[in-house]
């Protein structure tokens, strides 16, 4: 039987930006499909090592399980509609026990309006069941877009979610009195933590942790500190990663690093007081979704780097920081393997990717570095991958197929 296997190969650079930094000359990975699906994977979760369960974005909702994906049942009517649809999932932190799991959707009123809601609800084998919309964006709006919608608890048991400013950019994200542009916190149930920043202000919606965003849709909890992590799109130019801090403003649409699609001026301005510089921004955007952070002894040169998906580009983008948050090292993997649409780490250690119209994927380490002769018949060390699949584009550049 003949297995397609695609080796694409990336030339190493020490883009260092000081001496004391040391770069991986070697790293190599397999990257196996693992569940096709024609459909857009949004969130990945784990139940377990061994059970995933998987958000589609047309409004369905699956358990993974030895490559056989079961439909789970009781899925709320959602808006799926360009951006819109069943979005993330994430799980209670005692899951094992109260089988409690949020997800994330666009849903929508009579008027064919949107905006993004946060359900609870528990998991029995296949069938979602005690279905409950724990907050919903209030101002609905016909523009079908920037529905954020990450979710991730903290070690103390609130819930942060996002919702992205929904093309109202000139309203929602600077004012705390209208939902969109912002990160929340709320208690498991729904209710408000008493100590929001935003819980004294008359006019404000009591459930905003952070304001000024654009439209964040990557969000982790970092392992050692605990802080919550976000990234988001900006406009062509400008996606952001941040570390959300409690009242904090972030500034768009008043500061940005980017410009309109179209080319012209958003602001001039970078940084205003009261707002809030990126630990880190792209220029060009590459349309960031998915986020995390390795803490595995499966990927040791990895560890301590943060992953982010590139929609835009179409691959999955490392970071090395230092122990000051400076990035110091990017580096692309999985270099054209599709729209990267989520990123987690499973259980026992492995990463995984939810790519749009492709399905779900597992990346493994090899033991040796892939050793390919260049056009001028030089032997080169490069960055190597293995994907498996036959939803893979073989139109990479450099890209090796071997029939085996």
Known sequence: MKRLILIFAFCISCAQTDDTIVTPSKINYTISNIHETAYVPWSIEFVDSETIIYSERRGKLFLLKNGIATEINGVPDVFNKNQGGLLDIELHPNFSENKKIYISYSKSNENDEANTAIASAKLFENKLEDLKIIYLGEEMTSKRLHFGSRLQFDNDGHLYFTIGDRGNRDQNPQDISRDGGKVYRINEDGSIPEDNPFVNEKVAKKAIYSYGHRNPQGMFKHPVTGQIWTNEHGPRGGDEINIVESGKNYGWPKITYGINYSGTTITNDKDLDGMEQPLYYWVPSIAPSGFEYINSEKYDNWNGSILVG??????????????????????????NVGRVRDVKLSPDGYIYLAIDNKGIFKVKFLESCVLVSTSEGKTSEYFGAIVTSSKVSASFIGTIIFYI
């Open 310 to 335: 590139s929609l835009k580009f179409m691959y999955l983008e490392r970071l090395v920081l230092d122990k000051n948050n400076k990035v110091i090292y990017r580096e692309k993997v999985a270099e």
